[in-house]
């Protein structure tokens, strides 16, 4: 089993939809992550959470928001989706030395 | 964090040590050189990361200069299952080891 599980793993949605993806993870750690992926280009920082009463914007957060429910889960959710936020979406949580990433949602906006 | 710079792409062949440079420059002196890999639009996976001595592990080595300025990656037999993209990445730690940096990273292929 996953540690840091992702659903669904793959989404399409029209525009103007709002979407969540979610996040939830085995490993008990409190710091947590969102990512999105562009096509040949590396991750960016959306949202991160280090602990359940702790939310911090990222790179580009514009048009995304975050929900810490617990340690163990971090929502991301798309109020009205576009077209521009088709991408891979990864979570991910840290300990004291490095990260760890889910499978990621591949999320297309039609 | 600051940046690194990475050949785009590299080849190796299989059975042979895979050697990945990466340059950082202007490191800061409380930033690790840290090292992920991702196979086929999977999450990114750790590799290994070093301060300024030599580190290795099961996966892989990492070889930083003296003057930090630079690092290697090896992998000393690469398998096919090697072929990725990897990312060297500069990480201050503390509370941003899942706050990284990604770059474009260099495409490992390693052929038969």
């Known amino acids: 089993d996953a540690d840091v599980t992702q659903t669904p793993r793959n989404r399409i949605t029209k525009t103007g939809k709002r979407i969540m993806l979610e996040c939830s993870q085995t490993k008990g750690h409190d710091r947590m992550y969102w990512y999105r992926q562009d096509p040949g280009l590396g991750l960016r920082l959306i949202y991160y959470s280090f602990d359940v009463k702790d939310i911090n914007k990222g790179e580009i957060s514009d048009g995304y928001s975050v929900s810490r429910q617990a340690q163990a889960k971090f929502s991301l959710s798309l109020e009205s989706a576009i077209p521009n936020q088709t991408a891979l979406y990864f979570c991910?949580?840290?300990?004291?030395?490095?990260?760890?990433f889910g499978q990621g949602t591949r999320l297309t906006v039609v | 964090d600051a940046k690194t710079t990475q050949p785009p792409s590299m080849d190796c062949a299989e059975g042979r040590a895979a050697n990945l440079p990466c340059n950082h420059s202007?490191?800061?002196?409380?930033?690790?050189v840290y090292w992920y890999r991702q196979i086929h639009s999977q999450g990114p996976q750790y590799i290994i990361h070093?301060?300024?001595n030599n580190e290795t592990n099961e996966m892989a080595s990492l070889i930083i200069t003296e003057d930090r300025k630079s690092s290697t990656l090896i992998l000393p037999h690469a398998t096919l299952r090697d072929t990725a993209v990897y990312y060297c990445i500069l990480n201050a730690g503390g509370t941003s080891y899942g706050k990284l940096t990604f770059g474009q990273g260099t495409i490992l292929t390693v052929h038969p």
């Open positions: 070093g301060l300024k």
């Open positions: 202007t490191i800061s002196g409380n930033e690790y």
């Open positions: 991910a949580t840290s300990d004291h030395t490095r990260a760890f």
